[in-house]
C-alpha cells in the first residue's frame, strides 16, 4: 500500500473517531442545556469554519489533525452576558457535568457497539480455526495438537473463526493460565487437551501473539498456479498472468503455492527470477517484489500481488458467520465490554512491569494499521476502527487531569465534599496530567520510531 494511501487512511479514520467522540459531548450539552460555541475538528490555526446562524456554534477543521474539541460557554473562560449565564457550563448541576464529560468515551463504545453490530449481521469471511502443526519448541508442542486439528471450544466458550480462538487464546496467555482446548480430529474424534500459558511471552507488540504460544493456521498445499494478479501490483508489471504454473524462484524448485509466497516474502526490494510454465511454455521473469512493513514494523516482507488459483480445499477452510439482530446486538456489546477490560488489564500489567511497555503505539504505528486494514477491504477497517475507538474510550476515561476520567475525579470529589475543588489544586493536576500525556506521548513516538528505524 502506497505512503499516500496509508496517510490518507490514517486521516480518516482519526477525522471520524474525533467526530464521534466530541459529538458525544456536543449531544449531551444540548439535552442539557450547555451552549457550545465551537466544535473543532484538530487543534491549532483553523483552515475551515462555518457558523450556520449568529450565536450558534462554530464549526471548525484546524491544522493540526491529533484531536478536537468542543468549546463551551463558561464563565471561568470568560464574560457571560447575565441573559445567557443559565446556558453556562459551569452553572449546571455537578451530575449534568459529569453526564457531559462521559458521553465523549461513551459515543466511543456505542461507535465500537455499531460496528460490530453490523458487521455481526452482515457476516465476514474468516478462516476456521484448524490448526497447522505446532512450533518445535513452543509450548504447543508439548500437547497433544496435531495438523488437521478444528478447535471447537477454549474452556467453556465455543470458538467459530481463527480471529475468535486467537482473542481467547491471547487473554488467557496475558492471564498466565492454563485453557482447555476442545479439538475434532481429521477423520474422526472428540479430544480435550490443556494449553499451560503461563510462561507463553508475548509481551512485545512485534511479536504474533498465537505463534509466540506455538500455533498456527492450518494452510493447504495448494498448486502454485496464479489465479490472478491485482491491477497495477508488481506481478502484472512483470508479466505475470493467471494459469501461471510457479516453477521455481531463484532456481528454488516451488512445490505448493505456500512455498512461492514464503520465497517472495523473504526478499522484499530484491530483484527475483521467477520460473515457470505458460501453456506448456517454459518462461523466466524478473521482478522486484515490493517492501511491506510487517505487523509492529519490526520486520518487512515482499509482496507482488498474486493470488492463487481458487482450490476447492482452500474453500472449505473458510466460513462466514451470520448472526440475527438482537444476537449480533449481544455479541456487538459483549465484544466492545471484553475489548475495553482486555485492554485496562494490559494497562495494569504494564503499569506492574509483567507486560512490556513495547505495546504502546503512537501515530505512526496507527497509521501503518490503517493502512494495511483499508488495503484489506472495508470491513476490516470498520473493525480496525471499532477497536481504536474502545481504545479512545478507555484512555480517556482514565483518572488523569486533561482527560475526560481526571475531570470526572474533580467532579467525584465535588460530590463527596460538597463543594468543587479549589483553582490552586486543579492547576496543580492539570500540570501533572500534562507532564504524564507528554511522557506517554514521547514512548509512543520513541516505540514507533525504534520499530521502523530497526526494520
Known amino acids: 500500500?502506497?505512503?499516500?494511501?496509508?496517510?490518507?487512511?490514517?486521516?480518516?479514520?482519526?477525522?471520524?473517531?474525533?467526530?464521534v467522540h466530541e459529538f458525544g459531548h456536543f449531544f449531551a450539552a444540548k439535552v442539557c442545556g450547555v451552549q457550545v460555541l465551537k466544535f473543532s475538528i484538530g487543534f491549532g490555526r483553523a483552515i475551515f469554519s462555518r457558523q450556520f446562524r449568529k450565536g450558534d456554534t462554530e464549526w471548525i477543521i484546524s491544522a493540526i489533525p491529533f484531536g478536537g474539541y468542543v468549546t463551551m460557554l463558561d464563565e471561568r473562560e470568560g464574560v457571560v452576558v447575565p441573559s445567557d449565564a443559565h446556558r453556562a457550563f459551569n452553572r449546571k448541576s455537578v451530575w449534568r457535568r459529569m453526564a457531559i464529560v462521559a458521553a465523549g468515551p461513551a459515543a466511543n463504545f456505542l461507535f465500537a457497539i455499531f460496528v460490530y453490530w453490523a458487521l455481526f449481521l452482515q457476516g465476514v469471511p474468516e478462516a476456521k480455526p484448524i490448526l497447522d502443526s505446532p512450533i518445535v519448541g513452543s509450548v504447543s508442542s508439548f500437547v497433544d495438537v496435531r495438523r488437521g486439528d478444528r478447535v471447537t471450544r477454549v474452556d467453556e466458550l465455543g470458538v467459530d473463526t481463527w480471529q475468535d480462538l486467537r482473542w481467547?487464546?491471547?487473554q488467557a496467555a496475558v492471564e498466565k493460565r492454563t485453557v482447555r482446548l476442545e479439538l475434532v480430529r481429521q477423520g474422526g474424534g472428540i479430544l480435550w487437551t490443556d494449553l499451560n500459558l503461563t510462561l507463553?511471552?508475548?509481551?512485545?507488540?512485534?511479536?504474533?501473539?498465537?505463534?509466540?504460544?506455538g500455533l498456527r493456521l492450518y494452510r493447504p498445499d495448494i498448486p502454485p498456479v496464479v489465479g490472478g494478479v491485482t491491477d497495477g501490483s508488481v506481478a502484472?508489471?512483470?508479466?505475470?498472468?493467471?494459469?501461471?504454473?510457479?516453477?521455481?524462484?531463484?532456481?528454488?524448485?516451488?512445490?505448493s503455492w505456500t512455498v512461492f509466497v514464503d520465497s517472495i516474502r523473504a526478499k522484499p526490494a530484491q530483484t527475483v527470477a521467477v520460473d515457470l510454465d505458460r501453456l506448456g511454455k517454459r518462461m523466466q521473469l524478473s521482478l522486484i517484489p515490493e517492501s511491506v512493513a510487517l505487523p509492529g514494523g519490526k520486520a518487512r516482507a515482499g509482496r507482488i500481488?498474486?493470488?492463487?488459483?481458487?482450490?476447492?480445499?482452500?474453500?472449505?477452510?473458510?466460513?462466514v458467520v451470520r448472526r440475527g439482530p438482537l444476537e449480533s446486538m449481544r455479541a456487538a456489546i459483549y465484544r466492545t465490554y471484553d475489548t475495553a477490560r482486555f485492554s485496562l488489564r494490559m494497562m495494569g500489567k504494564m503499569l506492574l512491569g509483567e507486560i512490556s511497555p513495547k505495546n504502546i503505539s503512537g501515530p505512526i504505528s496507527i497509521a501503518d494499521y490503517a493502512g494495511q486494514s483499508a488495503h484489506?477491504?472495508?470491513a476490516p477497517f470498520m473493525a480496525f476502527l471499532a477497536l481504536v475507538s474502545i481504545s479512545l474510550g478507555v484512555l480517556n476515561l482514565l483518572p488523569v487531569p486533561l482527560l475526560d476520567g481526571g475531570h470526572l475525579l474533580y467532579y467525584m470529589f465535588e460530590v463527596l465534599v460538597g463543594r468543587p475543588l479549589s483553582e490552586g489544586a486543579m492547576e496543580i493536576g492539570q500540570r501533572v496530567g500534562m507532564a504524564f500525556l507528554l511522557l506517554l506521548m514521547a514512548f509512543a513516538f520513541y516505540n514507533d520510531i525504534s520499530r521502523h528505524v530497526s526494520s
Open 1 to 19: 500500500m502506497s505512503l499516500l494511501s496509508t496517510i490518507a487512511a490514517f486521516l480518516a479514520a482519526i477525522a471520524l473517531l474525533v467526530t
Open 168 to 170: 481467547q487464546l491471547v
Open 200 to 213: 507463553a511471552e508475548i509481551g512485545e507488540q512485534e511479536k504474533d501473539p498465537v505463534s509466540a504460544i
Open 236 to 255: 502484472q508489471l512483470a508479466g505475470l498472468a493467471a494459469g501461471d504454473r510457479i516453477i521455481a524462484v531463484d532456481n528454488v524448485a516451488v512445490t
Open 305 to 319: 500481488g498474486a493470488f492463487a488459483k481458487a482450490s476447492p480445499e482452500v474453500d472449505g477452510l473458510i466460513t
Open 376 to 378: 484489506m477491504g472495508f
